[in-house]
């Protein structure tokens, strides 16, 4: 019989001495210079085109929205929001090595992979206005986005709880014969969480075709990475755990989409999780709540912003004679006039009337909740004018 | 005595807690350099030193099972969890743990020092995750103290009993209330007995009762009811658990109706707790039943919040159902 426990024929050595952080240092691929230039063309994954014009232009629609929205929160139309400013690479040019089938359970600030896939501004603009339009039924913040038929699991808060699902969404793909697999985003301070280890480790063992991609870009709110961990980052965990990694310069579109690609191959082929880390920044406060000057200088701030994700793919895009000066103003100019548009028209659609409180929390509302709603609507026909969203609606 | 808001008192609370005695230790996801998302912890790591205040990983279950483990050292700990939703993932530190040591061993080792403070509640446009009131979760668990304030006075008073107490306690703060309740608070060291309630206002004809930031609630339906002739008896639960029932037992049987408002479902809420001892001992004082107004039995909307919420108007409507029982 084999010996089930390959760690009894470990190597032995006479010599008291511990492995240190630091032997192993796992580099970061890039492929792209900060000038936008190739660093080794054989390894430069092919991107054709239409492809290359789709991820620059989604990164650039993606600031754009950030911009409006963080705007737009500040005016007090919206509550929340949440910009992915300088992480566009990491998640436009993930999304782009995927397929479309390929599910995608995201952090919060993934809004370039959906970007990708086909959301639509009206869906953005109905989703951050807690409306009726909202698939989330106005009951989640805004950023809090999900599309079942673009294969986007509804964000949750808790972080880090999509991690051990993902293993476990990807072993169904994998036991449906699902010729797809699970990209899961996360952030390195969502690393920190229970459910990373678990996770990453049931996928591991379980041979889960999942791709953990973390997003390190140096900040869990304001808790710098260094006081998130030691070590050799997240990478170094993925090995740790039996997972093949690879670190990439996750402000280069060409490095993230060929490890995505090359992820995504081998976990489909081998049936097995692979974990990225992208090496990026966070450029962007947190959040709206946030306000990032009580914790970090200006001066790193700059030294990241010229390192711009979105500048140095669209050089690269020149150098192939591809970038279109006055087609990408246009189609900024476009995207522009789109985002005031639905947001205009968002703000103005209602939210969902009130009997859509007691709904989805089981799948038909038992007594007490049937019960409660009545009560609630005869309460709210009392008073009309102090429950101006659902009064005058009432059935 | 100073102006202060709510963070204002419990910054206080820990400056005076830290001063007084150097083994106690405030940490949590961003509480140091920063002082907290919210700013309850800012300048303690300044004013004593990164090994006394200082941020942790991003991990709750890590935040309180060390926690446990530096109070079983008999170290003081005060942990944040920066938002009360997010205390699940530490949920069997807390339950199985923190709450069971002396128990277990005999009396042998206890996490008797550990304060776990964290933010509660709605009413801010925060969705299901940043808006649940879990405080009946933790008052099923014997081994813990539960303490809720409503002002600043309170929160510094009960924050400084609460670190000294010799049993764990979980703190929950109305982060609705963080900047919004503002009065004086003495500068001084001072603490407020834990499982006391707090009669806010006499009356003869019902007892109305709530903790937090829904206490301001039950109060202006208080003030609707007086004006058609109503007389309401106000009280602040303070302490969930242990909680005062000495106090409750004794309004109830003077004015012979209980109201409980809580923002938590009403289903399994601690107000079926209350409702439940209170109908066992003053059951021929009772001239009807005991009235809950609480959440609806569904998650925390973020659109219908207002419609959610157990607010006064409800409270009122209640009353009036009470009394003309
Ligand atoms: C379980 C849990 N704890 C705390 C929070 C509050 N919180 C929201 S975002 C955040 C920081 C996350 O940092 P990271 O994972 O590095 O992602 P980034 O924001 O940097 O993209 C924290 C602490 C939460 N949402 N869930």
């Known amino acids: 019989m084999q010996d089930r426990n390959h760690l009894s024929d470990v190597q ?54 950030d911009e409006r929205m963080v705007g737009a929160q500040r005016q007090g139309r919206i509550s929340f929001y949440l910009a992915c400013t300088g992480e566009e690479a990491s998640t436009v040019g993930s999304a782009a090595a995927l397929s479309e089938n390929d599910m995608i359970m995201s952090q919060y600030r993934e809004q370039g992979a959906l970007a990708y896939r086909g959301y639509t501004t009206d869906q953005f603009m109905n989703q951050m206005f807690s409306n009726q339009l909202d698939p989330n039924k106005g009951r989640q913040m805004p950023i809090h986005y999900g599309d079942k038929k673009l294969n986007f699991m509804t964000i949750s808060s808790p972080l880090g709880t999509q991690i051990s699902q ?59 990475s260094e006081e998130q961990f030691k070590g050799d980052g997240i990478a170094s965990r993925g090995i740790g755990y039996g997972v093949k990694t690879i670190r990439v ?22 049936n097995c999780p692979v974990l990225i880390e992208a090496m990026t920044y966070r450029l962007a406060a947190h959040s709206t709540s946030d306000d990032p000057s009580g914790y970090r200088s200006k001066s790193e701030e700059d030294k990241w912003r010229a390192k711009d994700p979105i500048e140095r793919f669209n050089k690269w895009l020149d150098g192939k004679g591809w970038f279109d000066k006055k087609a990408t103003d246009a189609f900024l100019e476009k995207s522009r006039a789109e985002i005031l548009a639905a947001l205009k028209k ?50 | 005595m100073a102006q202060m808001n709510l963070l204002q008192a419990i910054n206080s609370a820990l400056v005076t807690a830290m001063t007084e005695d150097e083994k106690v230790m405030v940490f949590g996801e961003d509480v140091g350099h920063f002082g907290g998302v919210f700013r309850a912890t800012s300048n303690l790591q300044q004013k004593f030193g990164k090994g006394r205040c200082f941020n942790t990983p991003l991990t709750e279950q890590g935040i309180i099972g060390f926690a446990n483990g530096l109070a079983s050292h008999g170290s003081v700990p005060v942990a944040e ?82 670190i000294r107490d010799d049993n764990p306690v979980l703190f929950m703060e109305p982060k609705k209330l963080y900047r919004a309740a503002v009065g004086d608070v003495p500068e001084t060291d001072y603490e407020l007995p834990l499982g006391k309630a707090d009669l806010v206002k006499e009356g003869t004809d019902i007892t109305l009762l709530a903790w937090g930031a829904q206490v301001e609630i039950i109060e202006k339906a208080a003030a609707m009811a007086e004006e058609i002739g109503v007389s309401c008896e106000v009280i602040d639960l303070q302490s969930i658990l242990p909680w005062d029932v000495e106090t409750i037992c004794e309004s109830v049987c003077k004015t012979g109706r209980l109201l409980i408002n809580h923002e938590a479902p009403l289903t399994g809420g601690f107000a079926s707790e209350i409702a439940a001892t209170v109908q066992e001992r003053c059951f021929l004082y009772l001239e009807s039943p005991i009235a809950r107004v609480c959440g609806l039995d569904t998650p925390y909307p973020l659109a219908h919040e207002k419609e959610y919420m157990p607010d006064h108007l409800k409270t009122f409507e209640a009353i009036k159902r009470t009394m003309d029982y």
Not at chain 1, 41 to 48: G, H, V
Not at chain 1, 249 to 270: C, F, M, P, Q, S
């Open chain 1, 12 to 65: 032995a050595t006479n010599s008291v001495s511990l492995i240190e952080n630091g032997l192993v240092e796992i580099p970061m691929l890039q492929l792209l210079d900060e000038n936008g230039h190739e660093t080794n063309k054989e390894q430069s994954p092919e991107i054709n085109e239409t492809t290359a014009k789709r991820i620059s232009t989604t990164m650039q629609y993606i600031r754009l929205l």
């Open chain 1, 166 to 224: 993902a293993a476990g969404y990807a072993y169904g793909q994998k036991m449906a014969g699902e010729p797809a697999v699970t990209i899961c985003y996360f952030g390195e301070g969502a690393a920190s969480e229970g459910d990373f280890h678990a996770g990453v480790n049931m996928a591991a063992v379980l041979n889960c075709p999942v791709i953990f991609f973390c997003r390190n870009n140096g900040y869990a709110i304001s808790t710098p």
């Open chain 1, 249 to 270: 310069d996750g402000n280069d579109v060409l490095a993230v989409y060929a490890a995505t690609k090359k992820a995504r191959e081998i976990a489909l082929a081998e």
């Open chain 1, 346 to 395: 968002a703000e103005k659609v209602p939210v969902a009337p009130i009997e859509d409180i007691v709904e989805d929390v089981y799948d038909t509302p038992p007594w007490h909740l049937k019960e409660q709603l009545v009560e609630l609507k005869a309460h709210i026909a009392k008073y009309p004018e102090h429950y101006p969203k659902t009064s005058g609606r009432l059935k």
């Open chain 2, 81 to 162: 969890i920066q938002f009360s939703d997010y205390i699940f993932p530490a949920f069997d530190q807390i339950v199985n743990e923190t709450a069971k040591w002396r128990y277990r061993s005999g009396g042998q080792f206890t996490c008797g020092t550990l304060t776990i403070r964290t933010p509660y509640g709605g009413g801010i446009a925060g969705g299901h995750y940043h808006s649940q009131s879990p405080e009946a979760f933790f008052a099923h668990i014997p081994g813990m103290k539960i303490v809720i304030p409503r002002n600043p006075k309170q929160a510094k008073g009960l924050l400084l009993a609460s």
